[in-house]
Nanobody
Framework: QVQLVESGGGLVQAGASLRLSCAAS????????MAWFRQAPGKERELVAR????????YYADSVKDRFTISRDNAKNTVYLQMNSLKPEDTAVYYC?????????????WGQGTQVTVSS
């Protein structure tokens, strides 16, 4: 069975850093596009960062550009999100998602999410 499990969230002060991890099991995802989404209360889920299958091209939302870095370790079937200079507006539940497409949507697999809370 395929499972995606996020970890690394927590409560931090503004300006701090966190590294989120998403470890997958059940199949090999080296040929999958991987992404991080987030959803704050009362808001739609938004794409935060994406790393494309094949060529590892990355994309970042304007709100996190220059602060967040997405990376992957295919040997470990894991995608990471390094989050620096965190701001209160980064507070959300963060989800990893994998797609078999080079140009998603859709994303076929989702994690359960990990809470990130940034205090002012």
């Amino acid at each position: 069975q395929v499972q995606l499990v996020e970890s690394g969230g927590g409560l931090v002060q503004a300006g701090a850093s966190l590294r989120l991890s998403c470890a997958a099991s059940g199949r090999t995802f080296s040929s999958y596009t991987m992404a991080w989404f987030r959803q704050a209360p009362g808001k739609e889920r938004e794409l935060v960062a994406r790393i494309r299958r094949g060529d590892d091209t990355t994309y970042y939302a304007d709100s996190v550009k220059d602060r967040f870095t997405i990376s992957r370790d295919n040997a470990k079937n894991t995608v990471y999100l390094q989050m620096n200079s965190l701001k209160p507006e980064d507070t959300a539940v963060y989800y990893c998602a994998f797609s078999s497409l080079a140009y998603p949507p859709p994303y076929g697999y989702w994690g359960q999410g990990t809470q990130v809370t940034v205090s002012s």
